[in-house]
């Protein structure tokens, strides 16, 4: 599967934004997908992530109740819908996603992962 993701940008402190991460190739549905972000100068970091089953969900402590992973199989696309955006939310995130994942297991570390997308900016200003 070829990843790619869409929705990135510049907003204010307070506001939000909706990342897409779109599949070409295999459908995502065959997958374990997860969002990371990489700040500048920091280790890239696991955000959201949803096992193949979609049961299982993981939230990293700094963005739960603010972001939401969510799929839409028919169009082969995985979303991660971002409120009350932090100027500390301000990184390049990626989708990225596991072929034959266990069933009910999400994966948080980056060497999980066999795909990935090319990132989308994500500024949030002050």
């Known amino acids: 599967v070829q990843l790619f993701e869409t929705g990135g940008g510049l907003v204010e402190a307070g506001g939000s934004l909706r990342l897409t991460c779109g599949g070409t190739g295999r459908a995502l549905s065959n997958y374990a997908v997860g969002w990371f972000r990489q700040a500048q100068g920091k280790e890239r970091e696991a955000v959201a992530a949803t096992s193949w089953s979609g049961e299982a969900l993981y939230y990293a402590d700094s963005v739960k109740a603010r972001f939401t992973i969510s799929t839409d199989e028919p169009r082969n696309t995985v979303f991660l819908q971002m409120n009350s955006l932090k100027p500390e939310d301000t990184a390049v995130y990626y989708c990225?996603?596991?072929?034959?994942?266990?069933?009910?297991?999400?994966?948080?570390?980056?060497?999980?992962?066999?795909?990935w997308g090319q990132g989308t900016q994500v500024t949030v200003s002050s």
């Open positions: 990225a996603a596991k072929l034959f994942p266990s069933r009910d297991n999400y994966y948080i570390r980056p060497n999980d992962y066999d795909h």
